[in-house]
């Protein structure tokens, strides 16, 4: 099978790479294809791959090329991991942002915003080129926001683009390890939005243990969502949030410690990955020595504003391992090509799941896998609270959609004023002029 990477200078790839090679089955990857605008981006990850792959048998080959149309034929498996104006870009977005008071973070409030409408005009013409030159292919989703990304190339794809995000599998992971269960045997019960999302049960052997964990506050204080949003609260919800739910339930605390940070998040990676990226133009240096140092770092320093907000300090050993995304990737690959049934909590089309929301609107919750696609979970409905913020959330992303898709300013100013944490009509215009004249992709906003 050949896999695409879109993205393919990306930092994180070689975690898929490394995933691929651990897969010596029958009807497993045999070529991966990266794609990228950015050749020495793409020159980079192909020495770290080819170093990944060393004495590994059977190895999936590697080619790399900056023609998207090449990349796409004969694919059986798209991932889409791009960027849209670079980790600059996401710099951009959180500065004007915070400089309004409101939060600037990758995917939520402002920041996503801004980012979903550089996004989606892109994916959307990339859905379109898939649909064309490889009709049959199955595209799994990564890139941000994953939510609204993977509805924006469900209206051209339907059912065969699947998003994927590691942030509940990693919630559910230590969960279930805090209740002395393998994450491999319990089941998880989650829904809600990407980055929006709540785990309401986890059963073990038939049985819910979250009440378990609920009542012991010693235990519930020891993980990292434990820590971050504290036990009192938790129990208030009776259930445990996404981390990024953090930025709504703390968003005071969240903006302040943004704002008077050293750098954001968004300035931190681009600043790091310069300098790996740098020094991968080197010929002496050891590649992949080098992208570990730098993933090291990167997982280490993981939410450190919120956490600093907490007043929570480093990251515990046990909570820097991912839910994995690249494993979520490759089991979903397996369960479609080979029909090896799997139960992964993905980001597809709602159908009948969740009442509040229509058909067609993505949201993340458990699915089974098979041969023919992802089929979401019944799950029981939603609190009244959680209603309110997927409906609220979902009503922005879908004025967003509406904005690339009409290019209009006053739509974007609406998805930006709806949001539930930008609180104010005047910031939401102040917002698009200030993305519009950084950003050289949202030239379209014109009327």
């Known amino acids: 099978m050949k896999l695409t990477i879109l993205g393919g200078g990306g930092f994180r790839v070689p975690l898929v790479y490394g995933a691929l090679l651990g897969d010596h089955a029958e009807g497993r990857v045999t070529h991966v294809t990266l794609y990228d605008l950015d050749e020495g981006r793409l020159s980079?990850?192909?020495?770290?791959?080819?170093?990944?792959?060393?004495?590994?048998?059977d190895a999936p080959g590697v080619?790399?090329?900056?023609?998207?149309?090449?990349?796409?034929?004969?694919?059986d498996f798209v991932f889409s991991a791009i960027r849209v104006g670079g980790l600059e870009g996401r710099a951009a977005d959180e500065r004007i942002a915070l400089a309004e008071g409101v939060l600037g973070q990758e995917t939520v409030g402002a920041g996503g915003i801004a980012y979903g409408l550089r996004t989606v005009p892109v994916a959307v013409h990339i859905a379109r080129r898939i649909a064309?030159?490889?009709?049959?292919?199955?595209?799994?989703?990564?890139?941000?926001?994953?939510?609204?990304?993977?509805?924006?190339?469900?209206?051209?794809?339907?059912?065969?683009?699947?998003?994927?995000?590691?942030?509940?599998v990693g919630l559910g992971r230590r969960v279930a390890r805090i209740l002395g269960a393998d994450p491999d045997e319990a089941w998880i019960d989650y829904v809600g939005l990407n980055h929006l999302g709540w785990l309401r049960g986890l059963r073990i052997a038939g049985r819910d243990e979250l009440p378990r964990l609920l009542a012991d506050e010693e235990a519930l204080g020891s993980f990292e969502e434990g820590r971050l949003f504290g036990p009192e609260w938790l129990r208030s919800l009776g259930s445990i949030p996404n981390e990024y739910l953090h930025y709504y339930y703390f968003n005071r605390e969240a903006v302040h410690a943004y704002r008077t940070a050293e750098r954001t998040r968004g300035a931190y990676l681009r600043d790091q990955q310069a300098g790996f990226y740098e020094e991968m133009g080197k010929p002496d240096t050891g590649a992949l020595d080098a992208w570990h140092r730098t993933l090291a770092d990167r997982e280490a320093t993981y939410m450190a504003a919120n956490r600093k907000a907490a007043g929570i300090g480093e990251r515990d050993e046990e909570d820097l391992e991912s839910g994995?995304?690249?494993?979520?990737?490759?089991?979903?690959?397996?369960?479609?090509?080979?029909?090896?049934?799997?139960?992964?909590?993905?980001n597809v089309r709602n159908g009948t799941t969740l009442a509040s929301l229509d058909a067609d609107a993505v949201i993340e919750v458990p699915c089974f896998v098979d041969a023919n696609g992802a089929h979401p979970v019944s799950v029981s409905p939603l609190p009244y609270h959680a209603v309110g913020l997927v409906t609220a959330v979902k009503a922005v992303e879908r004025e967003v959609l509406a904005a690339a898709e009409s290019g209009s300013r006053a739509t974007a100013v609406k998805a930006f004023a709806l949001h539930p944490l930008v609180d104010?009509?005047?910031?939401a215009r102040r917002l698009v002029e200030g993305y519009t004249a950084e950003h050289a992709g949202l030239a379209y906003l014109r009327h």
């Not at 770290?48 to 792959?53: D, I, P």
């Not at 080619?63 to 694919?75: F, H, P, S």
């Not at 494993?327 to 909590?345: D, G, Y």
């Open 44 to 57: 980079a990850i192909a020495r770290v791959l080819a170093e990944q792959g060393e004495g590994v048998p």
């Open 63 to 75: 080619t790399a090329t900056t023609d998207l149309d090449e990349a796409l034929r004969g694919a």
């Open 132 to 168: 064309e030159l490889a009709p049959d292919a199955w595209v799994i989703n990564f890139t941000n926001p994953a939510g609204l990304v993977t509805e924006a190339m469900s209206r051209i794809l339907g059912d065969r683009v699947v998003g994927i995000c590691d942030s509940p």
């Open 324 to 346: 994995g995304y690249e494993k979520v990737a490759l089991a979903l690959m397996r369960a479609v090509a080979r029909n090896e049934r799997a139960t992964l909590i993905l």
């Open 424 to 427: 104010s009509v005047t910031v």
